[in-house]
């Protein structure tokens, strides 16, 4: 089958809390489908993959993974696909619990992305990250990382969770977004930013902003509390801490 040249209308990217709506097949292969649009958040930035299912004329379809593919958004599914089905009109459900516990965690990173520079700590720079579905891994470029520290930044972050900052989601210009300081920490964040006519900008309001492409809570009250897990040394500058949300 040829493939196809329409854009994926990435509805997550306005609402992260849509759990289903219906689109239609664009293309599909022996265990993939692609949408004109859709809710299902594909693999990265640290941020796992959506599942669910779908439904194409009474036929259920598990979807497994998903990942981007150009400007589109490959389903991947756990049964192959039945018969030619482009065209059709398809119910997408996402496995709601997996997406919001994600949507906790990302945000939780931000808002300790936020305290380190609140506490004054401009140096300690986050390399990385990645949510799983019980808890996430945070790096950083900072020597002095240890376990004391660690502590007082987790601290500090459930006090920011408390004080149930509003999160807004909205996209700038890029010579907006390259005016602000710090929307971007990194130098690859930066170069992405200069890429880009518009930028998607998470803001939790009154603390933080950052150019994003995520899921997030609509305010870090719903988050909960963050324990502090294992605090490891991988280098000289290279420290780790591992988050659990309760």
């Known amino acids: ?8 209308l990435k509805l997550y990217l306005d609402n992260s809390y849509l759990k289903d709506t219906t689109a239609v097949i664009t293309e599909q292969g022996d265990d993939y489908l ?3 649009r859709t809710i299902f958040y594909p693999v990265g930035g640290g941020q796992p993959s959506d599942r669910g299912h779908v439904e194409i004329d009474g036929k259920t379809y598990q979807i497994v993974d998903a990942k981007k593919n150009g400007s589109e958004v490959k389903h991947f599914t756990a049964e192959e696909i039945e018969g030619d089905v482009s065209g059709k009109i398809a119910k997408l459900f996402i496995d709601w619990e997996r997406r919001y516990t994600h949507m906790k965690y990302h945000t939780a990173i931000h808002i300790i992305d936020a305290v380190v520079h609140l506490l004054g700590n401009p140096d300690m720079l986050i390399t990385g990250s990645q949510i799983y579905e019980d808890r996430a891994r945070i790096d950083f470029d900072f020597e002095k990382l240890d376990r004391d520290t660690a502590s007082d930044l987790v601290k500090r972050a459930n006090e920011v969770i408390k004080e149930a900052h509003p999160i807004v989601v909205r996209e700038i210009s890029r010579d907006e977004a390259l005016s602000i300081e710090g929307l971007a920490r990194t130098e690859p964040g930066r170069k992405l930013i200069m890429s880009l006519e518009k930028v998607r900008v998470v803001e939790i309001q009154g603390l933080d902003m950052q150019a994003d492409g995520g ?7 719903e988050i909960g509390k963050i324990n502090l897990g294992k605090v490891q040394s991988k280098g000289k500058h290279n420290k780790r801490m591992e988050i659990r949300i309760s």
């Open 215 to 221: 899921t997030h809570v609509r305010n870090t009250s």
């Open 1 to 8: 089958m040829e493939e196809s040249d329409v854009m994926t």
């Open 34 to 36: 692609q949408f004109d």
